[in-house]
């Protein structure tokens, strides 16, 4: 089983920039695909960013498409969100979360690990 601890939220002005990171501990953190989900107060989690356990296909919401990149570095086991051109609305709590040889997938019931997330508050 992989763990694993975000970091890097925080406040930003709209229009600005954060780099999430999320550490993993496990042997076999190379064979989860990996994702990062958000959730706002009063609204249910919601999918973001993915990344295969190949590394080789990235999927995102249409809500972050262009804004936000997801990369993975599996000699370091962390994954990365890049997130651009902040807006209010990206206001939530990011969670990071990993699915044993995941193929994409953006509900967040087929993952098997979670951190324990990463406030990110957007002014306006």
């Known amino acids: 089983q992989v763990q694993l601890a975000e970091s890097g939220g925080g406040l930003v002005q709209a229009g600005g920039s954060l780099r999430l990171s999320c550490a993993a501990s496990?042997?076999?953190?190379?064979?989860?695909?990996t994702g990062w989900f958000r959730q706002a107060p009063g609204k249910e989690r919601e999918f973001v960013a993915v990344?295969?356990?190949?590394?080789?296909?990235?999927y995102y919401a249409d809500s972050v498409k262009g804004r936000f990149t997801i990369s993975r570095d599996n000699a370091k086991k962390a994954i990365y969100l890049q997130m651009n051109s902040l807006e209010p609305e990206d206001t939530a709590v990011y969670y990071c979360a990993a699915e044993w040889q995941g193929l994409g997938s953006q509900k967040s019931y087929t993952y098997d690990a979670w951190g324990q997330g990463t406030q990110v508050t957007v002014s306006s």
């Open positions: 496990g042997r076999t953190f190379s064979r989860y695909a």
């Open positions: 990344i295969t356990w190949t590394g080789g296909d990235t």
